[in-house]
């Protein structure tokens, strides 16, 4: 499970695990060895649609013999047709394109403040947004921000139960993840959800609901806030938009300020034309049989996993919270064959491929019983 390379020329900020992948096929990852792993983790909910899913495999193929990379200056086919698309499944909204989840709050952040004027953001403890520093101040882990301020001014952390006490006249945004990812896969209560846009709308505050993790498909709709019937102002996209290409998305709905003028905001890569192809075939893709087959998968996993601990999560964001540290089962996993991950001390954390068959499915609970026996 070493590799011939080695990560000497590597800065160490990740605790990286001893396998070197080289091939992905579907559900399944191949190491330099050649032994297959079955992935219930899908690179943190990137790769949605499987490993090489055969329809943005070809759109980027496609893309990649015609057109590379023009500036933002002009326009290409693929970025438009995929703004038209995540319009359409928006309801009515303009995107900018960059390349990260990160990069789509700073969009977000730097998008609130030029449309109300004002330069606070109320955010929840636990959440996370991101490692750049605007999205590292209103991340609500102290831990990730101790080693590097000066942060950001103008972050405000609440709980569900304080947003009330922290929105007031000068609230840019209330920045929300419908399920906290990265935090612990904790899974946002509606009613709250309906309180913030409340307050939202009654001190002229944005709206903005951070779906990098819960976006595209991953909760069993095209964005989680379809299913907790709140409308925002804006939704970040990254991860699972391009099935693994680099790409991240600020939508503004249509009838929130578009605040932006040329010159205001930009990204030299943003909008890619082959990460955009990509994306358009993976929003094809997301269609309602198989965001049937994600709720059902969802079921599937959630009733597995209930023997070990209790279940969290939406949709294919599924977290079960053992009795013992979650690091070193990971790890054991990994021995046994599956690629699955971690969210807190005793949180294990699967997001498989949304396309992954009840068969290999009930194999991996078979791998994850075997581990935790
Ligand atoms: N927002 C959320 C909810 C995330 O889960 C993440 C990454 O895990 C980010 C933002 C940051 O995305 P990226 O790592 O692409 O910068």
């Known amino acids: 499970m070493t590799t011939t390379l080695g990560n000497q020329a590597l800065l160490p900020?990740?605790?990286?695990?001893?396998?070197?992948?080289?091939?992905?096929?579907?559900?399944?990852?191949?190491?330099?060895?050649?032994?297959?792993?079955?992935?219930?983790?899908?690179?943190?909910?990137?790769?949605?649609?499987?490993?090489?899913?055969?329809?943005?495999?070809?759109?980027?193929?496609?893309?990649?013999?015609?057109?590379?990379?023009?500036?933002n200056l002009y326009s290409t086919e693929p970025m438009q047709e995929l703004s038209a698309r995540l319009s359409e499944r928006f309801g009515g909204a303009r995107a900018f394109f960059c390349n990260s989840g990160a990069e789509s709050i700073e969009a977000a952040l730097k998008w609130a403040r030029k449309a109300t004027g004002r330069s606070e953001v109320v955010a929840l403890d636990g959440s996370f947004h991101g490692r750049t520093f605007g999205a590292l101040s209103?991340?609500?882990?102290?831990?990730?921000?101790a080693a590097f301020g000066p942060m950001v001014p103008g972050a405000i952390f609440a709980t569900p139960d304080t947003l009330t006490d922290h929105v007031g006249p000068h609230t840019a945004a209330i920045l929300l993840e419908p399920v906290q990812g990265e935090g612990g896969v904790h899974p946002l209560p509606a009613a709250v959800l309906k309180q913030a846009r409340e307050l939202a709308d009654e001190h002229g505050a944005m709206l903005i609901l951070d779906e990098v993790q819960t976006g595209v498909g991953r909760t069993g709709s095209f964005f989680a806030w379809q299913q907790l019937g709140v409308r925002p102002d804006a939704v970040t996209l990254a991860k699972g938009l391009a099935n693994g290409l680099p790409i991240g998305a600020l939508l503004v709905a249509n009838e929130a300020p578009t605040a932006f003028e040329p010159g205001d905001h930009a990204s030299t890569f943003g909008g890619n034309p082959v990460a955009c192809a990509a994306a358009c075939a993976v929003v094809d893709t997301i269609d309602d049989e198989l965001l049937a087959h994600v709720r059902e998968l969802s079921a599937r996993l959630s009733t597995g996993l209930a023997r070990y601990g209790d279940v969290r999560g939406m949709g294919l964001l599924l977290a079960v919270e053992l009795d013992r540290p979650a690091w070193p089962v990971v790890e054991a996993a990994l021995e046994h064959g599956l690629v699955i991950g971690s969210a807190g001390e005793k949180t294990l954390r699967l997001t498989p491929p949304l396309t992954m068959t009840t068969e290999e499915l009930t194999v991996g609970l078979h791998i994850l019983g075997e581990v935790l026996a």
Request: no cysteine; proline share 4%.
């Open 13 to 71: 900020t990740y605790a990286r695990l001893g396998v070197t992948f080289v091939e992905g096929d579907g559900s399944w990852l191949i190491d330099d060895t050649g032994r297959r792993y079955l992935d219930l983790f899908a690179g943190i909910a990137v790769v949605g649609l499987g490993h090489r899913h055969p329809a943005p495999l070809a759109a980027a193929h496609a893309q990649l013999d015609r057109l590379w990379h023009v500036s």
């Open 138 to 145: 209103v991340t609500g882990q102290p831990g990730k921000r």
